[in-house]
């Protein structure tokens, strides 16, 4: 589970909101002792408030994130990861003047990320995490300016232990 602040970098009338990522992943591939490459699926509530015109309003996006990432795990606890992040846009609604619509037509369904994790596990299988993930592709239709995706996130984590 992720508290993100998510902001939508292009046009000058984004503004950021807060939002939230919840997930679970798991290692796919072993290298070494302390090397992995992991996937997950995480669901991601992101979007933006904006203002233009003399009106205001808000864009919610709910994307499913497909993250494959290659991470490194020191004993001590500390880790780090990093990778790729394919995303399906679910649903885009934008909200103004006590109203509510869909937006998917303005949106590409499609989002890919680069994101960036530093943590720290504790010994009873909690974690905590700091994520950035800049997007590096247009989610908006609009031709005149590049739109993209940009989340830092504070996470909490839990590991099963599911072999010793």
Request: proline share 5%; net charge negative.
């Amino acid at each position: 589970v992720r508290l993100t602040k998510c902001a939508i970098h292009g046009d000058d009338s984004w503004q950021d909101p807060i939002g939230s990522q919840i997930g679970a992943g798991l290692p796919l591939l072993n290298i070494n002792t302390p090397m992995s490459v992991n996937a997950g699926v995480m669901v991601s509530m992101q979007g933006a408030g904006w203002q233009e015109d003399g009106y205001e309003g808000k864009t919610n996006l709910l994307y499913a994130y497909l993250p494959v990432t290659l991470r490194y795990q020191h004993p001590a606890g500390f880790y780090g990861e990093t990778g790729l992040q394919p995303g399906f846009l679910l649903r885009a609604m934008d909200k103004y003047d006590g109203t509510s619509e869909s937006y998917m037509d303005h949106m590409k369904r499609f989002d890919l990320s680069i994101p960036v994790t530093v943590g720290y596990n504790f010994k009873n299988n909690l974690g905590v995490n700091l994520s950035v993930i800049p997007g590096i592709t247009d989610i908006t239709k609009d031709e005149d300016v590049k739109d993209v995706n940009f989340v830092i996130g504070l996470g909490v984590t839990y590991t099963f232990k599911l072999r010793e």
